[in-house]
Every structure is written in C-alpha cells, then in structure tokens.
C-alpha cells in the first residue's frame, strides 16, 4: 500500500475557505484517479469528490456541489479540494485515496487502494 499525505486543513469560520493539498512522493499520481473523503466523529467515512487521472471528469457529493472544487497538478504530482462557502456540518478528518480506475462507484472505498493520514477540517465560529 502506497503512501499519500494530505495537507492544509484547520480551523476556518462559517462561509470561509480551504484549500487541501494530497501528494506523494512514492509513485506518480498521475496514472490514478484520486478520490476526497471524510468522516466526522461518530459517523462513517463518506465520499466527498473525485478526480480522474485526468482532471477531465470529477464527481461530487450533493452536499458539496457548487462549494468544493477537485483539481490536480500532475506536473507537480499533487491534487487539490478547494473547499469555498465552508459549513459546521463540513467538519470532518478529511482524506484522499488512489485508485487505478475511474468508475461510477467512485464514492466506494473499497475500491481505492492507497490512502493517507488525513487532515482535520473544522468550521466554527
């Protein structure tokens, strides 16, 4: 299992912004779709965004629609979730995973097969 790292979450106010980072530095990301998850205290791990090795097709959740943005950087071997209009509900450990294919389960964790650490996100006033 290969390593990814996340980076840039924190502590923001209610409509504020973040913008998260995942990279490794083990195997080129390119090759892989990489998918944004997370999971707040008490509740399972949900599927937030993903992005194809791409960058042309990326999926979203509802509840982040028109808020959370996924790109990525292949030349820098990075992906992004630039998170806008931030809630107390989008408080959460957030993290990002690999996986080789893009598919319509792309919310399934059992599909990705490399994760990282994840980062801690927290909306309040």
């Known amino acids: 299992q290969l390593q990814l790292v996340e980076s840039g979450g924190g502590l923001v106010q209610p409509g504020g912004s973040l913008t998260l980072s995942c990279a490794t530095s083990e195997f080129a990301l390119d090759y892989y779709a990489v998918g944004w998850f997370r999971q707040a205290p008490g509740k399972g791990r949900e599927g937030v965004a993903c992005?194809?090795?791409?960058?042309?097709?990326?999926d979203y959740a509802d509840s982040v629609k028109g808020r959370f943005t996924a790109s990525r950087d292949n030349a820098k071997n990075t992906v992004y979730l630039q998170m806008n209009g931030l809630k107390p509900e989008d408080t959460a450990v957030y993290y990002c995973a690999a996986r080789l294919l893009y598919g319509a389960t792309w919310n399934d964790t059992t599909k990705f097969h490399s994760w990282g650490q994840g980062t801690q996100v927290t909306v309040s006033a």
């Open positions: 992005i194809s090795s791409s960058g042309q097709t990326t």
